[in-house]
């Protein structure tokens, strides 16, 4: 029995930009902050870290870059209580070696990616035995279904939620107050075919839409670059926490890959997720199995289909559709935070085998 906080070390190899690191620091950060963990983020790519953390140097989680090769022999003094490769993100042979050399077996976990297909609870915490060493891997699931390991949410989130000042958002980033028939839609997705035509038909919508672009390296006048009724606003790239408050301000959140994906589920508004494409169209029945679980999915499939490559999005008929996505999105993130979060069960997980 550990007598006092695990110490535990996070691997996580960037592949989707600020996806991957998005989900690790965020992971990191919950248990170092909220369970007291001693946490070590091993990183290939710190950049990321760096915009989505500016501040991440002061603590709790001391961010490590992942050295190549990696240091050997490595001692098992030097390993965790708990590891978890991010992703299936493969870890140093030199550090696995030493975790078989621990008097107390590491968990060893391998945080997957989310995903709503239906397969994925039945998955979660299998074990993998490794074939050559005493060491055996478990799967961690981030899901939607009870029976996964549920969804990255801070404890202190609804506080900061009610603390959210709207109005002081919008005069810091340079925004006119909100007009009684305006829509404000938050832009952040992979590079897509389909935008031009779609900013298209906002500059011809019958109300003013006011599109902010987070990470944006436009350079457009104070007040915005307007055309038609639509009136473009680039954003510097919004570390986590901000980003959060960006959701809260808009009507409507454009997001991507998974950890905006999730964080606009809890903003409760309605959203358009962008999936990271795969080969052979496999991202597809990821974002169907999402659909057919959330309570707007058949009035959002069409245009979220189109959006993903599947024709033409058409704004007329989605934005006629807005006001009656508002409730359903708001029963989906209550229905989910009452669930246990992510971190929470990763915690109990881990605090059983490590007894």
């Given at each position: 029995m550990i007598n006092k906080p695990p110490r535990c070390d996070i691997f996580c190899a960037v592949v989707d930009n600020y996806g991957d690191a998005g989900v690790c620091w965020r992971l990191a950060r919950q248990l170092a902050a909220e369970y007291g963990w001693r946490v070590r983020l091993w990183i290939d790519d710190l950049a990321p870290v760096r915009q989505l953390a500016p501040d991440h140097a002061a603590g709790p989680v001391e961010v490590r870059a992942w050295p190549t090769p990696w240091p050997a022999p490595w001692l098992a003094a030097d390993t965790a209580d708990v590891v978890i490769e991010a992703f299936a993100c493969a870890l140093p042979p030199a550090y696995i070696g030493a975790m078989a050399t621990r008097t107390r077996p590491s968990v060893w976990l391998n945080l997957e990616y989310l995903?709503?297909?239906?397969?994925?609870?039945?998955?979660?915490?299998?074990?993998?035995?490794?074939?050559?060493?005493?060491?055996?891997?478990q799967f961690f699931f981030p899901g939607f279904d009870p029976r996964t390991g549920g969804l990255l949410r801070e404890r202190n989130y609804d506080e900061r939620r009610k603390a959210f000042d709207e109005s002081a958002f919008r005069a810091e980033f340079g925004l006119p107050p909100r007009s009684t028939d305006e829509l404000t839609i938050s832009l952040f997705s992979y590079p897509n075919p389909a935008l031009p035509e779609l900013m298209r038909a906002w500059a011809a919508s019958k109300h003013p839409i006011r599109l902010l672009r987070p990470g944006s390296s436009e350079t457009v006048p104070l007040g915005g670059n307007r055309t038609g009724n639509l009136s473009a606003h680039p954003l510097p790239f919004l570390p986590q926490s901000r980003y959060d408050e960006l959701l809260w301000a808009c009507d409507l959140n454009?997001?991507?890959?998974?950890?905006?994906?999730?964080?606009?589920?809890?903003?409760?508004?309605?959203?358009?997720?962008?999936?990271?494409?795969?080969?052979?169209?496999?991202?597809?029945?990821?974002?169907?199995?999402?659909?057919?679980?959330?309570?707007?999915?058949?009035?959002?499939?069409?245009?979220?289909?189109?959006?993903?490559?599947?024709?033409?999005?058409?704004?007329?008929?989605?934005?006629?559709?807005?006001?009656?996505?508002?409730?359903?999105?708001?029963?989906?993130?209550?229905?989910?935070?009452?669930?246990?979060?992510?971190?929470?069960?990763?915690?109990?997980?881990?605090?059983?085998?490590?007894?």
């Open positions: 995903s709503a297909e239906s397969w994925v609870a039945g998955c979660h915490g299998l074990s993998s035995p490794d074939p050559r060493l005493p060491l055996v891997k454009f997001v991507r890959g998974e950890d905006s994906f999730v964080r606009a589920q809890w903003a409760a508004k309605p959203f358009v997720w962008h999936i990271y494409p795969q080969a052979d169209d496999a991202h597809m029945a990821k974002l169907d199995a999402f659909l057919a679980i959330h309570p707007a999915g058949p009035q959002l499939r069409d245009f979220w289909h189109a959006w993903n490559g599947k024709g033409t999005p058409d704004w007329a008929d989605f934005a006629a559709r807005l006001p009656g996505l508002k409730a359903p999105m708001r029963h989906w993130a209550m229905t989910l935070a009452a669930r246990p979060d992510l971190a929470s069960r990763l915690v109990q997980f881990c605090i059983e085998r490590l007894k």
